[in-house]
């Protein structure tokens, strides 16, 4: 097994590879606008320091979110195309999901990223491997009674300490820890999803309002 994994759904451009029993290599970069830029020559650079090439992978793990529009999309359709491309599965692998995995933080608590707008994308766990809510998008004041007391992790947790007082590092997923996790999943037998999209709302580009169409006469 060789398991290639990125995720581009926080401002974390990052990749890995797993042989199935261990990361190999890894790159992580934070740059929240560069994503498309960062993302091959990361791929291109841990292929090279594990000393391998594209044909000796045998799956390709992605971040499915939930995170902004643009970036996300960047990982997923990169992924797709490697699946196509090497003729190898693409399995989907939640965004909070790997934050939850590479937490050193015992007991429930909660995965929050930062989604912009003044909101967070989060989740419930009961341990690093078990999410117990779906992903949410939320305003932190109104969903502060549903993590009171609850430990916190992720960037959306730090930029607010009112609604998560005890927030922890990690503050953006891995590659490394996505794809730990799904080799331990694959491993044990699990099937895990398709690569689709978690945006949980619009994206932040719209169509300007009374849009004048040209079409040609």
Same mark, same amino acid.
């Given at each position: 097994? @060789?398991?290639?994994?990125?995720?581009? #759904?926080?401002?974390?451009?990052?990749?890995?590879?797993?042989? *199935?029993?261990?990361?190999?290599?890894?790159?992580?970069? +934070?740059?929240?606008?560069?994503?498309?830029? @960062? @993302? @091959?020559?990361?791929?291109?650079?841990?292929?090279?320091?594990?000393?391998?090439?594209?044909?000796?992978?045998? *799956?390709? +793990?992605?971040? %499915?979110? $939930?995170?902004?529009?643009? *970036?996300?999309?960047?990982?997923?359709?990169? #992924?797709? %195309?490697?699946?196509?491309?090497?003729?190898?599965?693409?399995?989907?692998?939640?965004?909070?999901?790997?934050?939850?995995?590479?937490?050193? +933080?015992? *007991?429930?608590? +909660? !995965?929050?990223?930062?989604?912009?707008?003044?909101?967070?994308?989060?989740?419930?766990?009961?341990?690093?491997?078990?999410? !117990?809510?779906? $992903?949410?998008?939320?305003?932190?004041?109104?969903?502060?009674?549903?993590?009171?007391?609850? =430990?916190?992790?992720?960037?959306?947790?730090?930029?607010? $300490?009112?609604?998560? =007082?005890?927030?922890?590092? /990690?503050?953006? &997923?891995?590659?490394? #820890?996505?794809?730990?996790?799904?080799?331990?999943?694959?491993?044990?037998? &699990?099937?895990? =999803?398709?690569?689709? =999209?978690?945006?949980?709302?619009?994206?932040?580009?719209?169509? /300007?309002?009374?849009?004048?169409?040209?079409? /040609?006469?």
């Amino acid at each position: 097994m @060789l398991l290639l994994a990125l995720d581009t #759904a926080t401002p974390a451009v990052t990749v890995a590879l797993h042989d *199935g029993t261990a990361v190999v290599a890894a790159s992580s970069q +934070v740059d929240a606008r560069r994503h498309g830029e @960062l @993302l @091959l020559p990361a791929v291109d650079r841990i292929l090279a320091e594990a000393g391998t090439g594209f044909d000796a992978v045998t *799956g390709v +793990v992605v971040g %499915t979110g $939930p995170g902004p529009y643009t *970036g996300l999309r960047v990982g997923l359709m990169t #992924a797709d %195309t490697f699946g196509l491309a090497l003729g190898v599965p693409v399995h989907g692998v939640c965004t909070l999901d790997g934050l939850a995995y590479a937490a050193n +933080v015992e *007991g429930p608590f +909660v !995965v929050a990223t930062d989604a912009r707008r003044k909101e967070v994308y989060w989740a419930r766990y009961s341990d690093s491997r078990t999410r !117990v809510t779906e $992903p949410s998008v939320d305003r932190p004041a109104d969903i502060a009674d549903q993590v009171a007391g609850l =430990p916190a992790v992720g960037a959306g947790a730090l930029l607010y $300490p009112d609604t998560f =007082p005890s927030a922890h590092a /990690p503050e953006h &997923v891995s590659a490394a #820890a996505l794809a730990s996790l799904a080799a331990e999943r694959l491993a044990a037998g &699990v099937e895990l =999803p398709a690569p689709r =999209p978690l945006y949980l709302r619009r994206p932040d580009a719209q169509v /300007p309002k009374n849009y004048k169409v040209v079409t /040609p006469k």
